[in-house]
Structure formats: structure tokens, C-alpha cells
T-cell receptor, first 113, second 113 residues
Framework: KNQVEQSPQSLIILEGKNCTLQ??????????LRWYKQDTGRGPVSLTI?????NTKSNGRYTATLDADTKQSSLHITASQLSDSASYIC????????????FGDGTTLTVKP | KAGVTQTPRYLIKTRGQQVTLSCSPI?????VSWYQQTPGQGLQFLFE???????NKGNFPGRFSGRQFSNSRSEMNVSTLELGDSALYLC????????????FGSGTRLTVV
């Protein structure tokens, strides 16, 4: 069964600190992995996409890593800001023509002043 | 370019009624998928339409249905509303979910009283 598991479920950090969110998947055949940021009451917004051959990709203070061998990805947030408070969702897409993707339940990050 | 547009933004219905939600995808996107998100829960996949055909379906009762028109606009219908149907309903469009990921709308907040 294709699954995407994210940890931790929730996280509270102080402004300015770094944090790392984890995503483990069993999805196969793998096509790509995306991290989305969802502010409360809004739709998710794509942060980055990782394909099979990519190990690290950065988008400002966000850095995503992918280990396709162990089927793990992480999202590292540097120098957190209050606006980083959101839910972060990991989505893994299958390499088929069926357009299927598996969503993780998300990690809720709260950044406190 | 215009993003994914969902209407209405907010809706209040009573139990037993039916409701229709609308989604206009990004121009050129042929895939439209729908998700339900209840407080504290991850995104639950409802169904995906691709070129007017339902391509994938989640585990929701038959009260939940949808359709896609030739211009790729999509509607979702929920009949015989229950209190538990209160949620944020998100629509996402994609050129090709396997490769280009999803762009989400801001959602429709449905409250059933």
C-alpha cells in the first residue's frame, strides 16, 4: 500500500531557530516528491519539488533533501519566522499515467516570538 | 496568470440539503482534483477528473459526486448533507500531476448546521 508518513505531527519552536520536518514514503513507482505549505484556512502552496535524481534543493530559507534509496525526505527551515507557522504537507506522485499522488497528513509548525 | 478559483468561499447549509461547489482551474490545466479537510486533519482525497473523465476516486460515500466540463471547470456536489460534512473543500488543478504538481485554490468553507 502506498503511504506517506510525516513526523513530527506538530512542532513548536522559537523565532529564529531552525527545524527539520520528516517525510517517509513507501510509494512506488516514484516520480516526484513535493513539499507544500498551508496557512490556516488557505489552500496549500508548493514550496519545492524533488525528482529521483535530486538530493538537495533550496528555496530561500527552505531546504529539501531526498534519499530515494531509503525513501526519506526532509524539509529544513532556517532562521524561522512567525510567518512560517503553518502546516507542511509532503506529497509523493507515482510514475504512472494515472495521475495518482499520495498525501501525508502534514506537520503543524508553530513559531513563537 | 489567474490561479485556481473556487466559489463560493463560504457556505452555510442545513442537514439534508445538497450543495454544489465550483472550481475553475488554471488555463490549460486538464486535471482537477478535490479534497476535504476537516479541522486538524490532513487532506482527504475525494476524486480527480482529467479531460472530463473521473480518473481516480477516494473512499467517500456516493453522496459525494463531481463532474468536469469541456472547459475543464469542475463542480462537486454533496447530497443529503450531514453535520460531519462541515469542512474546507479544496480544489487543485494540474497540467500533469506526475510532473508538474498541483496548484490549489483557496477553498470553500462549508458549514452544515
Amino acid at each position: 500500500k502506498n503511504q506517506v508518513e510525516q513526523s513530527p505531527q506538530s512542532l513548536i519552536i522559537l523565532e529564529g531557530k531552525n527545524c527539520t520536518l520528516q517525510c517517509n514514503y513507501t510509494v512506488s513507482p516514484f516520480s516526484n516528491l513535493r513539499w507544500y505549505k498551508q496557512d490556516t484556512g488557505r489552500g496549500p502552496v508548493s514550496l519545492t519539488i524533488m525528482t529521483f535524481s535530486e538530493n538537495t534543493k533550496s528555496n530561500g530559507r527552505y531546504t529539501a533533501t531526498l534519499d530515494a534509496d531509503t525513501k526519506q525526505s526532509s524539509l529544513h527551515i532556517t532562521a524561522s519566522q512567525l510567518s512560517d507557522s503553518a502546516s507542511y504537507i509532503c506529497v509523493v506522485s507515482l510514475n504512472t499515467n494515472a495521475g495518482k499522488s499520495t498525501f501525508g497528513d502534514g506537520t503543524t509548525l508553530t513559531v513563537k516570538p | 496568470k489567474a490561479g485556481v478559483t473556487q466559489t463560493p468561499r463560504y457556505l452555510i447549509k442545513t442537514r439534508g440539503q445538497q450543495v454544489t461547489l465550483s472550481c475553475s482551474p488554471i488555463s490549460g490545466h486538464r486535471s482537477v482534483s478535490w479534497y476535504q479537510q476537516t479541522p486538524g486533519q490532513g487532506l482527504q482525497f475525494l476524486f480527480e477528473y482529467f479531460s472530463e473523465t473521473q480518473r481516480n476516486k477516494g473512499n467517500f460515500p456516493g453522496r459525494f459526486s463531481g463532474r468536469q466540463f469541456s472547459n475543464s471547470r469542475s463542480e462537486m456536489n454533496v447530497s443529503t448533507l450531514e453535520l460531519g460534512d462541515s469542512a474546507l473543500y479544496l480544489c487543485a488543478s494540474s497540467l500533469d500531476p506526475e510532473w508538474s504538481g498541483y496548484t490549489f485554490g483557496s477553498g470553500t468553507r462549508l458549514t452544515v448546521v
